[in-house]
């Protein structure tokens, strides 16, 4: 399984903090040129909706605050791993697996707000990591995994159905686990774990349902 990048930890880390200052967080942030240009593209995107375009770190995190800006740097570091590791072959399939990704992760706080749940940026890195244990079983099983996904297109079956008939596991297992090592909370294990089996979640139904619908 990958790891998330070293300044992403940190910046994760220094964040558990509310009171950590945006200087600190710029120095740590500012070490990653890779993980500040993604900040930057994604403060910019129209999720966000800012009157003013975001042109310098400092100034992303001091109008973004620590809630939204944790949710970007998750984004962020996300893209960096699986797309500075590409193999020739599967980029196509990457760019529509990441795609989705990014598409649920823009709908979840949406559904949130309807559904009141409070924890809108939850929701949106709930949305966004749901499905990557796709990316991982592409990474790491490229032409068995594109196989899948033509499966998939030609109606022969669910990714679910067809992964565990392949691999004897789900891209759900594989995302949980992920999360898991990347310490992030119980119930964004447990969402990603069964959003596509919601009776299952034994304490963070909610959450799994918002992610299942975004």
């Given at each position: 399984l990958?790891?998330?990048?070293?300044?992403?930890?940190?910046?994760?880390?220094?964040?558990?903090?509310?009171?950590?200052?945006?200087?600190?967080?710029?120095?740590?942030?500012?070490?990653d040129?890779?993980?500040?240009?993604?900040?930057?593209?994604?403060?910019?995107?129209?999720?966000?909706?800012?009157?003013?375009?975001?042109?310098?770190?400092?100034?992303?995190?001091?109008?973004?605050?620590?809630?939204?800006?944790?949710?970007?740097?998750?984004?962020?570091?996300?893209?960096?791993v699986?797309?500075s590791?590409?193999?020739?072959?599967?980029?196509?399939?990457l760019?529509?697996?990441?795609?989705?990704?990014?598409?649920?992760?823009?709908a979840?706080?949406?559904?949130?707000?309807?559904?009141?749940?409070?924890?809108?940026?939850?929701?949106?890195t709930?949305?966004?990591?749901?499905?990557?244990?796709?990316?991982?079983?592409?990474?790491?099983?490229?032409?068995?995994?594109?196989?899948i996904?033509?499966?998939?297109?030609?109606?022969?079956?669910?990714?679910?159905?067809?992964?565990?008939?392949?691999?004897?596991?789900?891209?759900?297992?594989?995302?949980?686990?992920?999360?898991?090592?990347?310490?992030?909370?119980?119930?964004?294990?447990?969402?990603?774990?069964?959003?596509?089996?919601?009776?299952a979640?034994p304490?963070?139904?909610?959450?799994?349902?918002?992610?299942d619908?975004?």
């Open positions: 990958p790891s998330l990048p070293a300044s992403a930890v940190e910046a994760l880390r220094l964040m558990e903090d509310r009171e950590v200052s945006a200087d600190r967080l710029q120095r740590v942030i500012g070490k040129q890779s993980l500040a240009a993604q900040i930057l593209k994604f403060s910019n995107s129209a999720m966000y909706c800012l009157q003013r375009q975001v042109s310098t770190l400092s100034h992303a995190i001091a109008i973004l605050g620590l809630d939204t800006l944790r949710s970007i740097i998750v984004a962020a570091s996300i893209r960096t699986f797309y590791g590409r193999k020739a072959g599967h980029s196509l399939p760019h529509l697996l990441w795609q989705h990704a990014w598409g649920a992760g823009v979840a706080p949406v559904v949130a707000r309807h559904a009141r749940y409070r924890d809108t940026d939850e929701a949106f709930c949305g966004l990591m749901h499905d990557l244990g796709k990316l991982v079983m592409l990474s790491k099983h490229a032409p068995a995994y594109v196989e996904i033509r499966g998939v297109e030609r109606g022969e079956g669910r990714f679910h159905d067809l992964e565990q008939a392949n691999f004897g596991y789900s891209h759900a297992q594989v995302g949980a686990l992920l999360a898991t090592k990347w310490s992030f909370p119980q119930q964004l294990v447990e969402a990603i774990l069964h959003h596509h089996d919601l009776a979640a304490e963070y139904s909610k959450l799994a349902a918002i992610t619908v975004a």
